[in-house]
């Protein structure tokens, strides 16, 4: 079975440091993709930064880079330079199968707050 | 970038009525669309993928009578929740899916706070 494990419900950094979310998975599809999604208060959900299993190498989308590492089935979201507004919820999501059947799977999210 | 419009952001409705909520893929036609539900704190959980023209195919647990989805255009598809009870109050979000590369990034609505009293 697909599983997305956020092992840190909250976490805390300062203004303009570097934080690194953490997100494991477990799927044995050979091909599957895996999305950071931010989510702030007013609920609606933004999408971060995409990597496919075989991506070589790591997804950056300006501040955001996945640490991507196949072995350990790890995808590890990193910010680095924290603003203020990056204070919201993350979400890591795998795509599992494919076609007609592409689905979705959310971790439990990592609330990240952002102080100055 | 695509853009997907879900309304209404916030109903309140008295218990054993219907509530419709709609969502529309705007610069985009979204051959699939899912359904997701949020309790506060939690995450996302899907209940159901809806495909343009055909019935919709529910996650376990997810009462189809209950939950009406229609997906009649390619730019728009629908949630009513029937007979709502205050247990039905959540977050409802939808996200579609642009065409069928394997990997396009769903694009999510802004989501409807229902509210049964």
């Known amino acids: 079975a697909q599983k997305i494990t956020q092992t840190q419900p909250g976490m805390f950094v300062q203004e303009k440091e570097a934080v690194t979310l953490d997100c494991t998975y477990d799927?044995?599809?050979?091909?599957?993709?895996l999305f950071w999604y931010k989510q702030p208060s007013s609920g609606e959900m933004i999408f971060l930064i995409y990597q496919g299993s075989y991506d070589q190498q790591n997804a950056t989308e300006g501040r955001y880079s996945l640490n991507f590492q196949k072995a350990r089935k790890s995808a590890n979201l990193v910010i680095s330079a924290s603003q203020l507004g990056d204070s919201a919820m993350y979400f890591c999501a795998m795509r599992h199968s494919g076609g007609s059947n592409y689905k979705l799977t959310f971790g439990k999210g990592t609330l990240l707050t952002v102080n100055p | 970038g695509a853009v997907v419009s879900q309304h209404p952001s916030r109903v309140i409705c008295k218990s054993g009525t219907s509530v419709k909520i709609e969502c529309r893929s705007l610069d985009f036609q979204a051959t699939t669309m899912f359904w997701y539900r949020q309790f506060p704190k939690q995450s996302l959980m899907l209940m159901a993928t809806?495909?343009?023209?055909?019935?919709?195919?529910?996650e376990q647990g997810v009462e189809k009578d209950k939950f009406l989805i229609n997906h009649a255009s390619l730019t728009l598809s629908t949630l009513t929740v029937t007979s709502a009870h205050p247990e039905d109050s959540s977050f409802y979000i939808c996200?579609?899916?642009?065409?069928?590369?394997?990997?396009?990034?769903?694009?999510f609505g802004n989501g409807t706070r229902l509210t049964v009293t």
């Open positions: 809806s495909n343009e023209g055909s019935k919709a195919t529910y």
């Open positions: 799927t044995s599809d050979p091909s599957y993709g």
């Open positions: 996200s579609a899916r642009a065409g069928r590369k394997v990997d396009p990034p769903l694009h």
